[in-house]
């Protein structure tokens, strides 16, 4: 892990200041001589900047993206406790810990911090920006924030703004982590099982009732407890718990909540979708209850240069993860179209 230090004053959407920041990053591969060879990728809401660790299926050696042709960057996003600036982080000018006393970041914040460092790694172009989820939020953003830096990207389970739905599932979560008798202590383990229970809810809406009814069903129908569903969703609770933190958890979830591009733009997401130039790849998963295909749907019938790719998997969200194989496959068929349109900047990318 690489750190970037930011030792001046950071203005955030909402007029606060964070006095300084560091961005945690990881990079993989070899820049080569004309810089054309750059896929940045941003990661969702619990992932961290190691992003052959969570998205293998997609990035490593052999891959479709891989660091033997690539560049890889990955930038941890502000507000989370993975390196970069967050809650946990201590203030400068209090010498403590944030924690409650974090400000709101959003997305735009986010993609801010990540343009910094690009400029810190002497980075002028971006060939392929890549994001799923709370990743698709920022590529979206830095699409518009750097319409001459930023080339091609590549979408999956995203939306042009945060749905009703979700902030509604994301405003349940906060209200479980404020249940937590521990809630605003200044401890690094406060709320730790009101993230237990945020993650089990967010768990039903990562994946959906096909794959639950497939795999945690119970055998046995005489049983009147400890079903198998319910060791499942505490197992996934006690993971995050081990290894994120709760006020993490709750600004980021403010954040997803913020993402809107049309916000200071005239408040129309169709015209503004329309001025993002960019060749874009848009892949949704066929049973994605949080973020349906009709956000994907929406995204490519007004972006200029979109190719709309639907995936049939039974593992919801969670499908942009999971199903490697398939989304490589439209990736590389998707690749081969960019270089042909570009065969001077893109012929390293032949997958």
Known sequence: MNYFQYTQPFELEGGQILPEITVAYHTFGTLNANKSNVVWICHALTANSNVLDWWDGIVGESKVIDPEQHFI?????????????????????????????FPQVTIRDMVKAHTLLREHLGLEKIHILAGGSMGGFQVLEWAIAEPEVVENLFLLATSAAESTWSIGIHTTQRLMLEADGTWGEPSPTAGSKGLKAARALGTLTYRNYQILAQNQTDPDPEKLDNYRVSSYLEYQGDKLVARFNAYSYWFLTKALDSHHLARGRGGCLEPVLQKIPQKTLIIGISSDILCPVQEQQFLAQHLPNATYVEIDSDYGHDGFIIEGQKISQHYAAWLAEVVKANPVSGAFLTA
């Open 73 to 101: 960057v990955c930038a941890n996003i502000l507000g989370s406790c993975y390196g970069s600036t967050g809650p946990l982080s201590i203030n400068p000018e209090t010498q403590e810990s944030y924690y409650t006393t």
